[in-house]
């Protein structure tokens, strides 16, 4: 019954209704070094618009599992269901496991007075019951409990003329040590969920998209509130996007894979600071062909998950947030948030998510490649055409030449012929 009524209410919680969340987009501040900037005019529409996330801001899949009718595999893993589960949920089955086992206890134990006859020699003193001091369905609850918790009082204690009664204790003895193991394993695990770690491991609130070493890339910032770090920390990122094939099939939700150091190594991090993580836009990016007209109008969504291990627990710990469309702001960089003090390096945590406004062009990565290449093409055409004049000037002197030498030949056959006649 308990373990049913687990599974029923992991699937109900697992049945929530999604949450469309509104999207509220913050005038971002200047820093000092661009004061001088003027701020840009951020629609309201996109605003005020909604947008359907597939995974929200805290790191939550908004993705719910319905019509699930192999309800039983989840008392397989009963465990983990019981550690999914919600704390009151989890502190209610906790209580209920060990009421009603000590019930169950106490019901036989006082079963098997009944059925001996101690209770109708209850002050006899010639007569040896099976549990001293037993004397109804409530000492037989105590002595339950006193049992299964190894408590022993000394007032109510099993005698040897008994031998279902010990062959009880033994059972109630083996069985409560399980359920010990069982319950409190469950609880330390849910109590030292890597998960309560991820809490501490920040995301900015916003992407930009702007100008660095002369290409146009994605950027985030990503940064560790505790001073203990995430071990052999790394960072992946998915653009979320639906699609269509050539043949006609189409995709909901389609992941694909956002480089962001791979190939490289700068996938894997030292998160000692917050670090910004970026994305160069090529031709193998997603983001190779949008502009920033263009980019209000797609529907996409950028998902990052930066997983490590927790240094204190040695456990992995995973930590998710995402980026929608009106998210990602073109033209803008990170306010720098780490200064030298006196000795050490301080964080200011109040500039995490601060932006400022730069200069950068509003063509996609590929427009810019193109003309960055047309601006190389009348150099290219100015050696090509002189190639091809002293090409023909060579070919024009060339049949020059051999007309001459024609010429001249005809000469000599003419002379040779009237000396003939």
Known sequence: F????????????????????????????LPKQAREDLPKNISKECAKRKIQRYVRKDGKCNVHHGNVRETYRYLTDIFTTLVDLKWRFNLLIFVMVYTVTWLFFG????LIAYMRGDMDHIGDSTWTPCVSNLNGFVSAFLFSIETETT??????????KCPEGIILLLVQSVLGSIVNAFMVGCMFVKISQPKKRAETLVFSTNAVISMRDGKLCLMFRVGDLRNSHIVEASIRAKLIKSKQTKEGEFIPLNQTDINVGYYTGDDRLFLVSPLIISHEINQQS???????????????????????????T???????????????????????????????????????????????????AKELAEMASRAELPLTWSVSSKLDQHAELETEEEEKNQEDQN???????????ESKV
């Open 407 to 417: 010429e001249r030949n005809g000469d000599v056959a003419n002379l040779e012929n």
């Open 2 to 29: 308990l373990f049913s009524m687990a599974a029923n209410v992991l699937e109900e919680d697992s049945m929530e209704q999604d949450i469309e969340s509104p999207v509220t987009i913050h005038q971002p501040k």
């Open 107 to 110: 019901m036989i134990w006082w």
């Open 151 to 160: 408590i022993g009082y000394g007032y109510r204690v099993i005698t040897d």
């Open 286 to 312: 997603p983001f190779w062909e949008i502009s920033k007209a263009q980019l209000p109008k797609e529907e996409l969504e950028i998902v990052v998950i930066l997983e490590g291990m927790v240094e204190a």
């Open 314 to 364: 040695g456990m992995t710990c995973q930590a998710r947030s995402s980026y929608i469309t009106s998210e990602i702001l073109w033209g803008y960089r990170f306010t720098p948030v780490l200064t030298l003090e006196d000795g050490f390096y301080e964080v200011d945590y109040n500039s995490f998510h601060e932006t400022y406004e730069t200069n950068t062009p509003v063509y996609s």
